[in-house]
Every structure is written in structure tokens, then in C-alpha cells.
């Protein structure tokens, strides 16, 4: 059975950092783009990073580039999404998801993760 797994959320303060982690089961992530996706409350979901799987390209969104960087871990099936001088407005759900290329209209979802950015 394919799955995803987020973790990592959690509470920080402003300009902390924090790292999201994407397990995979049931299907090896290398085959895959991964994106993480985010939703703050009373907000639609907005893509926030991907990782290609052909050739390892990376995409950000304006607003969290020079901030965080997607990558895929050493241990298969791991992707990371490190977060650094984090805003409250970086306050949402973060998902992560899969398919054949980096889309918003992803094959695959994990449930989600709560980062929360407050002092």
C-alpha cells in the first residue's frame, strides 16, 4: 500500500528553523517527484518546494525561497524539507506528495504536518 508519512512540525519562534521529513512506504521516493505543499487556515493549498526525479531539479516558491531547501536523504525513501528563519505566515499544514513530475495536482498525499511560528 503506497503511504506518506510527514513529521517534523511543530512550534517555533520567529526566525527559528525547523526540519520536515517525508517517509515513504509501499514505493521508492527516488522514482519520484516530491513536493511539499502547505495550508494555512481559511487558505487554499499552495505549493511551497519540489524535487524532480530525473534530474534532481529543485522549484520554491517566491515566498520561502533563500529560506528553505528540499532535498532526498541518504536513507531511501526520505525526503527533507529544512526550514530556516521561519515567519508566521510560514504557519499552515505542510503535506507532502508524489507523482511523475513536480504538479500541483499530485498522484500521491501524505496527511500532513503542523507547523506552527509564534513567539
Known amino acids: 500500500q503506497v503511504q506518506l508519512v510527514e513529521s517534523g512540525g511543530g512550534l517555533v519562534q520567529p526566525g527559528g528553523s525547523l526540519r520536515l521529513s517525508c517517509a515513504a512506504s509501499?514505493?521508492?521516493?527516488?522514482?519520484?517527484?516530491i513536493g511539499w505543499f502547505r495550508q494555512a487556515p481559511g487558505k487554499e493549498r499552495e505549493g511551497v518546494s519540489c524535487?524532480?526525479?530525473?534530474?534532481?531539479?529543485?522549484y520554491y516558491a517566491n515566498s520561502v525561497k533563500g529560506r528553505f531547501t528540499i532535498s532526498r536523504g541518504n536513507a531511501k525513501n526520505t525526503v527533507y524539507l529544512q526550514m530556516n528563519s521561519l515567519k508566521p505566515e510560514d504557519t499552515a499544514v505542510y503535506y507532502c506528495?508524489?507523482?511523475?513530475?513536480?504538479?500541483?495536482?499530485?498522484?500521491?498525499w501524505g496527511k500532513g504536518t503542523l507547523v506552527t511560528v509564534s513567539s
Open positions: 524535487i524532480s526525479s530525473s534530474d534532481g531539479r529543485t
Open positions: 509501499g514505493f521508492t521516493l527516488d522514482y519520484y517527484a
Open positions: 506528495a508524489a507523482s511523475t513530475v513536480c504538479r500541483y495536482g499530485m498522484d500521491y
